[in-house]
């Protein structure tokens, strides 16, 4: 049975990850902050929530930055929300973070006075949006394209590469919903939160051999 470490740098919504992939029969499915145990699993999980200057200083405080490069690099990966975020170059938040550096680009704020049509938008974003894919991945198997996922978060992705952009968003400006590099795959989306679709995206990533 194949193994799935969902790594825990104590910044997650670990449980319903975990469950969420178990659910989908993705195999042994095992929460863990134990470098050896990450790097003998078959397939790796990034969730992340919450501030992402907390994020990255556990992250590197444990030394995951450069686990995550290392383990990405070989077998299916997979970053979620603050997970796919701390993938980046640099976040604008808490006046500018340094992340992981594995995708070029930056994180943004929203803004405060999101606007779309005349209409005030609330930030942070949250609930269901559509998400336009842009790459033929296997992980958007038997996933429709402009499927509805679910978002919560005030700051997006600005891509550095746009080839590398496999789905993308909109709420009152275009962001990167979903990017995809080699054996990496990162959403902005919450799959575990996201019902039939994210089921499926789960599954398809159970059964995804890391290349395409």
């Not at 077998?75 to 603050?82: A, E, K, S, Y």
């Not at 929203?110 to 779309?116: A, Q, T």
């Not at 402009?146 to 978060?153: I, K, L, M, N, Q």
Request: aromatic fraction near 10%; include cysteine.
């Amino acid at each position: 049975m194949q193994s799935v470490a969902v790594i825990d740098y104590g910044m997650g919504n670990l449980h319903s990850v975990a469950k969420a992939l178990e659910h989908v029969g993705a195999g042994r499915v095992q929460i863990t902050s134990d470098a050896q145990v990450i790097r003998e699993a078959d397939r790796v999980v990034f969730p992340g929530v919450g501030a992402i200057r907390d994020c990255m200083a556990e992250i590197r405080r444990l030394g995951f930055d450069s686990l995550v490069r290392e383990v990405s690099q070989d077998r299916p990966f997979l970053g979620i929300c603050v997970g796919m975020q701390a993938l980046l170059e640099r976040s604008e938040e808490n006046g500018g973070v340094d992340c992981i550096g594995l995708f070029p680009g930056q994180v943004r704020f929203f803004g405060k006075d999101l606007v779309e049509d005349g209409e005030a938008l609330k930030v942070p974003h949250m609930g269901w949006n559509e998400v336009e894919q842009s790459l033929d991945h296997p992980l958007w198997h038997n996933i429709p394209d402009r499927a509805r996922f679910y978002f919560v978060h005030s700051y997006y992705i600005e891509a550095g590469q746009p080839a590398q952009v496999a789905g993308r968003g909109h709420y009152g400006k275009d962001f990167a919903a979903a990017l995809a590099e080699g054996s990496r795959f990162a959403v902005q989306f919450h799959p575990e939160k996201s019902h039939t679709h994210g089921l499926q995206l789960l599954q398809n990533f159970a059964g995804w051999d890391g290349r395409w």
